[in-house]
Each structure stands twice: as structure tokens, then as C-alpha cells.
């Protein structure tokens, strides 16, 4: 396991605030595999 | 190392909608959404979590109730309503697992330091631009995504327990929506926030309280200035204090995640208010600052660590010692986490992300406060934060 320096908020709260929707698909995909492996088949 | 992942997981994954989730992520940001007015952010949330198929229920939680709570964050905005949107998803009785966001926003300041609309949600180079797209309606359109891919590639009716989305309002003035989810029982075995933190995962964060220090000086004629005590004069000598404050309470930190941040429990101030008449001696300036909450401490704690620190200072100034600066405890409240790093929650989320995406996420901690605190010590649900956006 990594233990990186945090990089700190730069985009939040600022003008132009955006984000990748690259990323939020790649979370949304993370985030349904881990949902199965966590409550596991019946 | 290869991660171990069921067939079921890898076709959730898969199932993943990208045209639905920029869509909901544009619906969401064109809803402005500033914190006190989430009102018809949750109704939509509502609308499209019940559309995609979880029981849903909103909760409009009790203000007056919730200010009460000994755990309550306070708040920095009115508000007419708190109102909580709970999907569920799979079965009641097992384990139980939580994906939160929050649904507000911080106003977007001066249009014309915009390029883009700030309620807009244009999209640019694969970026989505708006206020809150990514803190934190990104975020939840995340879980927006992942709980359509559940329902598309019919892993739900596999699930031995049930998921729990909890979209909460008032996070960014403290977090008195995910005190009022939880108090309503929307806790579990395991919780994500989805905050931004670039796909990494956060593991521990400090704190902050907000605090307002009254200075007194003695008012004195221009011409006469050395009768009076400029109360800049006692400021400087109150600051230089919280500097010294600051210096031993950032060197005792031993935990390596925020000791790696540098800074992790800064003190700032960032409002200063004070004189009447350009030619009298200043007898009086009130400040506002952030002060940090260190990992371990609530927000009682680091108050009573600010108090101690100004005590001493007031002690040490000939002046002060005799006019004492007074210091008041205001605003929002946001307490410190930590989750250990060995935990089953960050490893097994970053074995999930290792194996959908080829990149083990870094294990973080951060120096702001967020909700994660309050699913952790409020509802004994260990938490962390992942995230899309910086």
C-alpha cells in the first residue's frame, strides 16, 4: 500500500470548478464491484 | 498480485452507464444547491434513486432536534429544512453497507472569474464544469452509476445484505445532514464517502473548529498615541503566540499520514474587524479564524487547547495580562478520523479498485474535516473517502 503526500484541494471551492467524468465513471465502477464483493453472493 | 474478484463483481463493473451518469451529473450541478437550500436537490435525488430502483425515503429531519444533539456540528447558514434522501438496496438482516455524499455546495462567487456557467454543467475536454461537480455531485453521480450497474447486471438479487445510500444536505457548514442520517439509522458495517480525493483513499483527517478572538486596546488621540495601546499592537502579539501554538502542536504529531502533509493542523485567520476613526488609537479588534483538531481530539479538545494557548499568551503580554483577549467558540465543528490503515475497508476497496482499474489507490490523510468523522465516531461505522476530482 502506497503512502503518499496529499496533494491538496485545488479544484474544489474554486472558479471553474470541474471534474474528469473519466473518473467519476472509473469510481462509479469501482464502487459496484466492491458493493458485490463486500455483500458477497446469497 | 492478482486480485481475487467474482465474476458478479466484474460484470457490475462493467454494467456501468457513462451516457447516465454525465447525465445525471449535468441534471444535478443545473440545480443550484447552496448549502441551507438543498430542498429541491433531494427531491430530485429522490426521484432518480427510486427511478433507478431503491426504496427510497426522504427524511426532513427535526432542526430544532438536531441543534440539540450533544454531537451537533453547528452550522454557519439559516436554513427552513434538513431534508435527508435514504435509498435501499438489497436485503434487510445481513451485513450492511453505506455509500454516502453530500448534497450541497459552497456559493460560486464572482461569475465574471468563471469561464464556464457555474450552473451550467458544460462539458469540456471531458470535464464537466460547475459548482459542486466536484464537491461532491460527481461524487454522487458515482453512486448514482454504480447502484444503475447493480440493478442492470442483476447483481442485486445476489446481494446477502443491503446497501444504504444516505445524500445528506449541510456538509460544507459543518455536517449536521450526516449527524441527522445517522441519528435516523442510516450506519453499517462499512461506509464510503465519495468526496473528491482522486481516486485515492483517505484513511484519516484532521478537524477544525472556527473560533473569534475579541483584542482590547486602549483608544487614545492620534496626537497622543503613546497614552493609548493599539489593540493591532496586542493582535500581533496574539498571533505570533498561535504561530508558536501552531509550531508545537504540528511537531507532536506522530501519525505518518499527517505528519507526511506538512501542515496538518494549520491556524489561520481570515477575518479581521476593527476601528471607527483613522485617527484614534485602535481599542478594540475582533478576528475570526480556523483552528486545527488534531487526530484523537474533538472539537471540545483542540477548544480547549485554543483557550490554553491564549491564556498563556494573555500572560505573558503586560498589557493582556491586565485586558484579557477573550476567545469564543462559533460556527461549524468538524471533529478528526481515522480508520488504521490495515483495516478490512481500505484494503479491500483498494483490492476492488486495484482490479477494475490496474492502480492500487495510495492510502491519505488530509488536513480538512469532513462527514467520514461522524459516520466513525457518531455511527460506529468505519469510514473512508473515495472519490472523483481533486
Given at each position: 500500500?502506497?503512502?503518499?503526500?496529499?496533494?491538496?484541494?485545488?479544484?474544489?471551492?474554486?472558479?471553474?470548478?470541474?471534474?474528469?467524468?473519466?473518473?467519476?465513471?472509473?469510481?462509479?465502477?469501482?464502487?459496484?464491484?466492491?458493493?458485490?464483493?463486500?455483500?458477497?453472493?446469497? | 498480485?492478482?486480485?481475487?474478484?467474482?465474476?458478479?463483481?466484474?460484470?457490475?463493473?462493467?454494467?456501468?452507464?457513462?451516457?447516465?451518469?454525465?447525465?445525471?451529473?449535468?441534471?444535478?450541478?443545473?440545480?443550484?444547491?447552496?448549502?441551507?437550500?438543498?430542498?429541491?436537490?433531494?427531491?430530485?435525488?429522490?426521484?432518480?434513486?427510486?427511478?433507478?430502483?431503491?426504496?427510497?425515503?426522504?427524511?426532513?429531519?427535526?432542526?430544532?432536534?438536531?441543534?440539540?444533539?450533544?454531537?451537533?456540528?453547528?452550522e454557519e447558514t439559516d436554513r427552513a429544512s434538513l431534508p435527508v434522501v435514504i435509498g435501499f438496496l438489497g436485503r434487510?438482516?445481513?451485513?450492511?453497507?453505506?455509500?454516502?455524499?453530500?448534497l450541497d455546495v459552497v456559493p460560486p462567487g464572482d461569475p465574471a472569474s468563471w469561464t464556464a456557467d457555474p450552473w451550467?454543467?458544460?462539458?469540456?475536454?471531458?470535464?464537466?464544469?460547475?459548482?459542486?461537480?466536484?464537491?461532491?455531485?460527481?461524487?454522487?453521480?458515482?453512486?448514482?452509476?454504480?447502484?444503475?450497474?447493480?440493478?442492470?447486471?442483476?447483481?442485486?438479487?445476489?446481494?446477502?445484505?443491503?446497501?444504504?445510500?444516505?445524500?445528506?444536505?449541510?456538509?460544507?457548514?459543518?455536517?449536521?445532514?450526516?449527524?441527522?442520517?445517522?441519528?435516523?439509522?442510516?450506519?453499517?458495517?462499512?461506509?464510503?464517502?465519495?468526496?473528491?480525493?482522486?481516486?485515492?483513499?483517505?484513511?484519516?483527517?484532521?478537524?477544525?473548529?472556527?473560533?473569534?478572538?475579541?483584542?482590547?486596546?486602549?483608544?487614545?488621540?492620534?496626537?497622543?498615541?503613546?497614552?493609548?495601546?493599539?489593540?493591532?499592537?496586542?493582535?500581533?502579539?496574539?498571533?505570533?503566540?498561535?504561530?508558536?501554538?501552531?509550531?508545537?502542536?504540528?511537531?507532536?504529531?506522530?501519525?505518518?499520514?499527517?505528519?507526511?502533509?506538512?501542515?496538518?493542523?494549520?491556524?489561520?485567520?481570515?477575518?479581521?474587524?476593527?476601528?471607527?476613526?483613522?485617527?484614534t488609537v485602535l481599542d478594540r479588534v475582533v478576528v475570526e479564524g480556523r483552528y486545527g483538531v488534531r487526530l484523537g481530539?474533538?472539537?471540545?479538545?483542540?477548544?480547549?487547547?485554543?483557550?490554553?494557548?491564549?491564556?498563556?499568551?494573555?500572560?505573558?503580554?503586560?498589557?493582556?495580562?491586565?485586558?484579557?483577549?477573550?476567545?469564543?467558540?462559533?460556527?461549524?465543528?468538524?471533529?478528526?478520523?481515522?480508520?488504521?490503515?490495515?483495516?478490512?475497508?481500505?484494503?479491500?476497496?483498494?483490492?476492488?479498485?486495484?482490479?477494475?482499474?490496474?492502480?492500487?489507490?495510495?492510502?491519505?490523510?488530509?488536513?480538512?474535516?469532513?462527514?467520514?468523522?461522524?459516520?466513525?465516531?457518531?455511527?460506529?461505522?468505519?469510514?473512508?473517502?473515495?472519490?472523483?476530482?481533486?
Amino acid at each position: 500500500m502506497r503512502h503518499l503526500r496529499a496533494r491538496g484541494v485545488k479544484v474544489a471551492h474554486s472558479a471553474d470548478e470541474h471534474v474528469p467524468l473519466a473518473e467519476v465513471e472509473e469510481c462509479a465502477r469501482v464502487l459496484a464491484a466492491w458493493v458485490v464483493r463486500e455483500l458477497g453472493p446469497a | 498480485m492478482t486480485i481475487d474478484l467474482s465474476d458478479a463483481a466484474r460484470a457490475a463493473a462493467a454494467a456501468v452507464d457513462p451516457a447516465a451518469i454525465r447525465d445525471d451529473l449535468r441534471a444535478m450541478v443545473r440545480i443550484p444547491s447552496v448549502t441551507g437550500r438543498e430542498e429541491a436537490i433531494a427531491a430530485d435525488l429522490a426521484r432518480r434513486l427510486a427511478g433507478i430502483g431503491m426504496a427510497t425515503e426522504t427524511l426532513l429531519a427535526d432542526s430544532a432536534a438536531i441543534r440539540l444533539d450533544p454531537a451537533w456540528p453547528g452550522e454557519e447558514t439559516d436554513r427552513a429544512s434538513l431534508p435527508v434522501v435514504i435509498g435501499f438496496l438489497g436485503r434487510e438482516g445481513g451485513r450492511r453497507i453505506v455509500l454516502s455524499g453530500h448534497l450541497d455546495v459552497v456559493p460560486p462567487g464572482d461569475p465574471a472569474s468563471w469561464t464556464a456557467d457555474p450552473w451550467g454543467g458544460e462539458i469540456r475536454d471531458g470535464r464537466l464544469y460547475g459548482r459542486g461537480a466536484c464537491d461532491m455531485k460527481g461524487g454522487v453521480a458515482a453512486i448514482l452509476g454504480a447502484v444503475r450497474a447493480l440493478v442492470a447486471s442483476s447483481a442485486t438479487a445476489g446481494l446477502d445484505g443491503e446497501l444504504v445510500v444516505a445524500l445528506v444536505p449541510g456538509e460544507e457548514d459543518g455536517g449536521q445532514g450526516t449527524l441527522a442520517a445517522i441519528r435516523a439509522g442510516a450506519t453499517g458495517d462499512l461506509a464510503i464517502i465519495t468526496e473528491p480525493s482522486s481516486l485515492d483513499i483517505v484513511v484519516a483527517h484532521a478537524g477544525a473548529i472556527t473560533f473569534r478572538l475579541t483584542v482590547p486596546g486602549r483608544a487614545a488621540h492620534a496626537s497622543q498615541r503613546r497614552e493609548g495601546v493599539s489593540a493591532l499592537d496586542s493582535l500581533f502579539t496574539i498571533l505570533r503566540g498561535l504561530e508558536a501554538d501552531e509550531t508545537a502542536r504540528n511537531a507532536a504529531e506522530t501519525d505518518p499520514l499527517m505528519v507526511a502533509l506538512g501542515l496538518p493542523y494549520p491556524t489561520i485567520v481570515g477575518i479581521v474587524h476593527g476601528g471607527e476613526w483613522a485617527s484614534t488609537v485602535l481599542d478594540r479588534v475582533v478576528v475570526e479564524g480556523r483552528y486545527g483538531v488534531r487526530l484523537g481530539q474533538s472539537p471540545a479538545d483542540a477548544a480547549e487547547d485554543l483557550r490554553r494557548a491564549i491564556d498563556a499568551i494573555n500572560a505573558s503580554d503586560a498589557f493582556l495580562g491586565e485586558h484579557p483577549a477573550t476567545v469564543e467558540i462559533v460556527g461549524g465543528q468538524f471533529g478528526s478520523g481515522r480508520v488504521p490503515s490495515d483495516h478490512p475497508l481500505p484494503i479491500g476497496l483498494a483490492d476492488a479498485a486495484e482490479a477494475i482499474t490496474g492502480r492500487r489507490p495510495a492510502l491519505l490523510g488530509e488536513p480538512y474535516g469532513a462527514d467520514m468523522r461522524l459516520f466513525i465516531n457518531e455511527g460506529g461505522t468505519p469510514c473512508v473517502i473515495y472519490g472523483p476530482g481533486e
